[in-house]
């Protein structure tokens, strides 16, 4: 079991929407097309959104279109794509480089009716043509979530699955009218104004409105995921122990049960990723002991998350990046070598420099696996100097550490703290490596094999040095042995690897 949670997975979310400052609900003009109490909105090639609004004349006598953003739907401002419109025979004509739409001039939309006389959308899918109508069953539809699994017995619970965007009829619909119901009996609202900057959940402009999106995509389901994706706004990927198996059972057990249940599991080789203390886990008969080991809590105060985890030192540890010598391909990776009796601690040594040849030429990060799971540790800002560096994070923002000088350096990383280190060795390995340097408390320095040049911590050559079999270097002495330029400032520099203090 590669990930146990010590306690509950307690998950405070606040309730809000995923709207990002590029969004805009409000569709591009151009890819409207309005034919009386109908609109169509041309969002992609093969994305339509189907309005029909005919509120009571006491309310209005025009139709009242939805242009705010809901729940599901939060930019409807795409590119607009090429398409052609036409009235022939008291029919409408839209057609996209993949759907031909026909819509019945003054014809109401009623999905309740089942029929395509008053609107069709043909596409071909694997050299067949596909009829859609409002009110088709998706016979074919891969499903996709429901509220809970309480009740389930084997497969009793797939016919309450709400339908989902892939099929394999190749087309889907998502229904956001007023009416319409979810799986859960939930229906969708629109936002309004946001009040200290939480939107607020309004009435709809038209209860009784028909608001739909149809998915004509055959069955490139990439693409199907990828425009949802572009009107729905992004979602952060949960991590991937949520995808594994859970055991969750609302009865109340001891901790010995939990202890037996996990032998159990253990025994049938079932790979446990989750386990939901329901309830009475408080309460007597409850002792819960923690091993002596590495234990990792995470605390999100802006998303209101804690997740506790049993850390587990990483199988491996990697640097790529444009001023590596493997660039940015991710199967010749550099590796890291585990520090003898360190189980989170790595090392590597090797040259970074400015290659022109490579994407971002100065920059570089590093890559793990744990098992199946790939791990990522990055700066906290972008640019960062790796010889300033002494805290990195894993996840979040793909930032990266940029080099300033060409060179030899020696990182070391802590995982488990998340700890790094670096050290600047020289332009050649051997003017670091072949370099011993003992400091002492009077800043006094012994140098054997001297190396030839003092850098600044941006890895900048301040200085160079005369060469010596052996020589003893202080304060008094240090402005002597130089072959250049005049003695550095007061302050922190590299010298064959190693910080010296220059007062």
């Keep these: 079991m590669k990930r146990f949670i010590l306690s509950h997975l307690f998950l405070f979310l606040l309730f809000g929407l995923n709207i990002s400052a590029q969004d805009n609900p409000v569709a591009d003009e151009a890819a409207v097309v309005q034919s009386g109490n109908v609109r169509f909105t041309i969002l992609t090639p093969r994305l339509i959104r189907i309005q029909y609004s005919k509120p009571p004349t006491e309310i209005s006598t025009s139709p ?64 067949r043509t596909v009829l859609w109508y409002p009110g088709k069953d998706d016979a074919f539809n891969l499903k996709g979530t429901m509220r809970t699994l309480d009740g389930d017995i084997g497969d009793s619970h797939r016919p309450n699955f709400e339908n989902g965007l892939l099929s394999r009829d190749g087309w889907a619909i998502v229904d956001e009218s007023p009416s319409a119901k979810r799986g859960d009996d939930s229906r969708t609202f629109a936002f309004g104004e946001a009040v200290d900057g939480i939107p607020w959940v309004e009435q709809p402009v038209d209860p009784n409105a028909i608001d739909m999106y149809f998915f004509g995509y055959g069955h490139d389901y990439k693409d199907a995921l990828a425009d949802y994706v572009k009107i729905a706004g992004r979602q952060p990927m949960p991590p991937r122990y949520m995808f594994g198996y859970w055991y969750s059972k609302y009865q109340r057990y001891t901790a010995d049960d939990f202890r037996n249940l996990v ?155 998340e700890t790094f280190h670096a050290d600047y060795l020289g332009r050649t390995p051997t003017e670091g490596q072949a370099t011993g340097i003992n400091i002492k408390h009077n800043e006094e320095c012994i140098m054997h094999n001297a190396p030839s040049a003092i850098y600044d911590l941006q890895g900048r050559k301040v200085a160079s040095l005369m060469n010596s079999e052996e020589r003893t270097m202080n304060n008094s002495l240090f402005t002597n042995h130089y072959s250049s330029g005049q003695r550095p400032n007061p302050g922190i520099y590299i010298i064959g690897g190693k910080k010296v203090v220059i007062k």
């Design 263 to 417: 032998t159990d599991i253990n025994a049938n080789d079932i790979p446990l990723d989750v386990m939901i203390f329901d309830m009475d886990w408080h309460k007597d008969g409850w002792v819960v002991t923690l091993a002596e080991d590495r234990y990792r809590f995470t605390v999100d105060m802006t998303k209101r998350t804690l997740k506790g985890e049993l850390f587990d030192a990483w199988d491996e540890l990697f640097l790529v990046g444009g001023a590596a010598s493997c660039g940015w391909e991710s199967y010749i990776m550099l590796p890291f070598t585990r520090v003898e009796g360190e189980r989170c601690t790595y090392t590597w040594t090797g040259e970074l420099k400015n290659r022109t040849e490579n994407v971002e030429p100065r920059r570089f990060k590093l890559t793990g696996q744990n098992a199946w799971e790939p791990k990522h540790l990055h700066p906290f800002t972008q640019d960062e100097s790796p010889l300033a560096t002494t805290q990195l994070r894993t996840g979040g923002d793909d930032t990266k550490w940029q080099i300033a000088a060409d060179g030899w350096y020696r990182i070391t990383v802590d995982v488990f703290r």
């Design 64 to 127: 009242l279109f939805e242009d705010r953003a809901t729940f599901a739907v939060v930019n409807r401002r795409l590119p607009v794509p090429e398409f052609t419109k036409e009235e022939r025979d008291g029919y409408l004509y839209i057609t996209t480089s993949a759907l031909n739409l026909k819509y019945r001039i003054g014809a109401a939309i009623r999905p309740a009716q089942h029929t395509d006389a008053a609107l069709s959308i043909t596409f071909n899918l694997n050299g």
